[in-house]
């Protein structure tokens, strides 16, 4: 192996990396926050990357729909659950957040693509939808059975993410699509071509990571979100509603997760179900990282698209082999290290 | 025999339905492949139901079962019955192998660890040569008796049924035995099932194994009946279905894998055929539909079909009740009676920087009520655990009947003849009293998963269930023998705990609170029965807190404060002294 390559693999394994290390941190990010092991991540990317795509084509996504649609559903949740006690403020707030906001969005996009086409309006307009969809996801499939076993969540959540890849090739149909690059930028530096897509990639992942850090280290929603990671009912008996923790959490991942398809689909071709297998090496990270800690995460991230780089150069057949397998002596050590406590699980 | 009575009529049924004149070939493919998924779910019913280890990787044993098959009879001509043996043996050490690795993981990292060499299966399976990449392999001959060739679905239908009644039947045999109790005992955390000798690790891998097995086993199957196997039916897709086959059918039932497979398949099968009539032939659609579905009924019915269905017969389940004329198991190890039967010498625990216990030393004598007394977190319960190893001691000595305990483990404590109760209830809340109880004998049994699957086991078994009805009657609980325990109050669940440590007919009993919760009446009968127990050369070392019962009752009183020793002495001392009174009240009185 030359120089040459080596560089161009490591360039292509950070920048794997970095996207792997924002799906990581939004998995823990959930997990901590929730117990729901968000296998659907999958779909917040591609979603994101096909919304960015296609509006890019001057259409409107369908997603803008199935965010009015599941707007509706949610408020039928809200009501169902407010069916006690009626009181016009939180009624208010449902409405609008149910209703209002995805119906001004799909306005906003429908009204929008095909007559303003540029990249800002278009990740906008995505991210805007996504973020719904995650929200509304919550409310809809993991908030009434928010207090059940982690195994509960999980099934809940393979269930969430077929129906998502359903509706995914509903929309985006089985082609692949590409999108426009964030940057067009291109240099070079010494053998190595540093396309602007990458700097973008890299950082915008650093930029999201000192976010987070400053929104759970500085803010009193951060705050919050950590205690309900550490102590559910404690959480809730110092009165912060758990709930509205886990719908944060799931907004940002949602929005996370559509970042990560915005910057890799100028990269790669997307499909309607490619962000699976991408949001499971993000999930390998994330247990790299314990589901706890987020710089260790973002580390393994980077880790995993390094192994990826270098195993699709040497032994292309087994690229994946290795990726799943590598996590189990990691798995093994973490197991090992933690303390022995005996959970009571249900 | 009325207890086998629905079995075999279901067995029946499932035997005439192919034989019903005009039954359409198609429902014969449906329930074939309603019987695989069963098998499959039913595994993961005793790995996830009931032992609570979540595996995202059992279609990958599948493919070790059909791809040992496939390759074995294309390329080498064997026989498919010899391969049924190999296809199980493969996916056994194929289990071991993993398991070794795998059933070490805690929390969440197990079901995440299943899911990555699940992948990682899934992946070499469509890359290696020998299985043909991702292709698979075709032309598998056909099972075959004589010269009758299993070629359609409706003939290749009486081996899969045969398979899923027998393993259920052998599951629900398992379950229902000393092993059984053990692996029900390990979703509610390992420390209860080790302090009655459990060997949890070894549990959680025949598990592990079993499963694998019977996921083997419908590999096997599903490569004769396709006659080809690829990759796609081991991957993560179908190990996730398998899995939520399990929960949908309710994951602590056997024959809720039967039926949630039945529900999911048709459920499937209906929705591809009908939906893209009502929608046209648009996308995927089954599957979202399937998703919502889904999610829509777990939060209907969180625990599954089965029980919702079974709780809404009329029949009402009868217990057996225990034979209480059998004859008592031996105990584990013959007690050497010596004195003293306990001596926990300078025992030392610190956490970081905090001394939880510091250099206590004190003695157990045989025949002797010695009570742990001290303000709350004085490091009583911290010096029980140092005693029966759940927690290892950062220093000193510790002698069971003369043998140094450190570096035991808990189960090893326990064949000693060490029994325990716990301040934090551990019972197992979906098991009966007698069950429960039952398992405080575990080792005094001897029969092994085998044994307990053929029902050899049966002998074994009466003599435990015996003398744990014996034990429930002893402390008083005899009416309650056959509720779940978790339905009984607080404190006769320390009472039936008490029952259960009392199983391993203990030279030493350490209760940990035991009259908390209790009324005035039971406090009195507890109190009496502990009476007993020592006039019959039973020691007890109890932690309590309320003195009225422990001044009367206990020969000795230790006193701890901080982790200190303070005092030591009979009752009246005890009372008597300054430093205990100023420990309790703050200030000598």
Redesign the interface.
Known sequence: MNTTILLFLLQDGITNGAIYALLGLALVLV?AVTRV?LIPQGEFITYGALSYATLATGQVPGTARLAVAMGLVALGFDLFAARKSWRPGPLARALAVDIVLPVTVLALTAGLAGRINNVPVNIALSLLVVALIGLFLYR??YQ??AH?S???L???S??????????G??FFGAEGLRGPAVSDVAMSLGPLQVTGQSLVVYGITAALIVALWLFFEFTKYGKALRATAVNRLGARLVGIRTTLSGQIAFLLASVIGAISGILIVPITTLYYDTGFIVG?KG??AA?VGG?VSYPLTAVAAIGVGLVEAFSSFYAS??K??IV??L??PV??L???A?P??????? | MTRRLPLVLFALAMAAIPLIPGVPPFWLVLLDNIGLAALVAMGLVLLTGVGGLTSFGQAAFCGFGAYTTAVLTTAYGLSPWLTLPLSLLVSGLAAVALGLVTVRLSGHYLPLGTLAWGLGLYYLFSKLELLGRNDGISAIPPLAIGTFRMLDPGSIYYVIWIAVILSAVLTTNLLDSRTGRAIRALRRGHIAAEAFGVQTARAKLLVFIYAAVLAGLSGWLYAHLQRAANPTPFGAHASIEYLFIAVVGGAGYVWGGVLGAAVVVILKEILQSYLPLVFGGQGQLEIIVFGIALVALLQLAPDGMWPWLTGRLPVKRTTKQPDLSATPPPRATAATPAAPLLKVDGARKQFGGVVAVNDVSFGVNPGEIVALIGPNGAGKSTTFNLITRVLVSSAGRITVCGTNIDGATPQRVARLGVARTFQHVKLIPDMTVLENVALGAHLRGHSGAIASMLRLDRADEARLLAEAARQIDRVGLGEQTSELAGNLPLGQQRVVEIARALCIDPALLLLDEPAAGLRYMEKQRLADLLRGLRDGGMSVLLVEHDMGFVMDLADRIVVLDFGTKIAEGVPDAVRRDPDVIRAYLGATA
Do not use: W
């Not at chain 1, 022995?340 to 699980?345: A, G, L, Q, R, Y």
């Open positions: 997990f092991i809809i499939a009434p059975i059940t982690v195994l509960v999980l099934i809940a393979v269930g969430c993410h077929l129906a998502m890849q359903g509706f090739l509903v499971l999930f390998v247990i589901l057949n087994y994946e082999v799943f397998t996590i189990i798995l093994v973490r197991s090992l933690a022995d406590v005996d959970e009571e699980k249900d």
